[in-house]
């Protein structure tokens, strides 16, 4: 009888092996913690990633919010207060107050109405 066979599915059973305990290892020491909030805080978001807050989308903004220390300067346009109350409760933070952002057009939309200054 051939011990070939034997030979070889022990020897490639045994090298997997080897190669998934070196993968586990790797794996655990490149590891990347990221804050659980920063779902939470996302999920809270109106999810349109309309780069209305000045980011590139409601992750970053997201992420930006779980590291600020206030809400200083970031605003979901999109969602409003209500949004960022509910957010500040997430976080344990005070949400300030700002008014809506409107566009106003001063030409009423064609060049002879615009202000010639």
Same mark, same amino acid.
């Given at each position: 009888?051939?011990?070939?066979?034997?030979?070889?599915?022990?020897?490639?059973?045994?090298?997997?092996?080897?190669?998934?305990?070196?993968?586990?290892?790797?794996?655990?020491?490149?590891?990347?913690?990221?804050?659980?909030?920063?779902?939470?805080?996302?999920?809270?978001?109106?999810?349109?990633?309309?780069?209305?807050? #000045?980011?590139?989308?409601?992750?970053?903004?997201? /992420? +930006?919010? $779980?590291?600020?220390?206030?809400?200083?300067? *970031?605003? !979901?346009?999109?969602?409003?207060?209500?949004?960022? #109350?509910?957010?500040?409760?997430?976080?344990?933070? /005070? +949400?300030? $107050?700002?008014?809506?952002?409107?566009?106003? *057009?001063? !030409?009423?939309?064609?060049?002879?109405?615009?202000?010639?200054?």
């Amino acid at each position: 009888m051939s011990l070939t066979i034997p030979i070889t599915i022990i020897c490639l059973s045994l090298l997997a092996l080897i190669f998934a305990v070196m993968i586990y290892f790797v794996a655990q020491k490149f590891k990347i913690f990221e804050d659980p909030r920063i779902d939470e805080v996302q999920a809270a978001l109106p999810a349109a990633n309309c780069g209305g807050c #000045g980011f590139a989308g409601c992750r970053n903004f997201a /992420e +930006a919010l $779980v590291k600020a220390e206030t809400f200083e300067g *970031l605003n !979901c346009p999109v969602g409003g207060g209500s949004v960022m #109350g509910e957010i500040a409760k997430i976080l344990g933070k /005070e +949400a300030p $107050v700002v008014d809506p952002m409107v566009a106003v *057009l001063k !030409c009423n939309g064609s060049p002879e109405f615009r202000p010639h200054t």
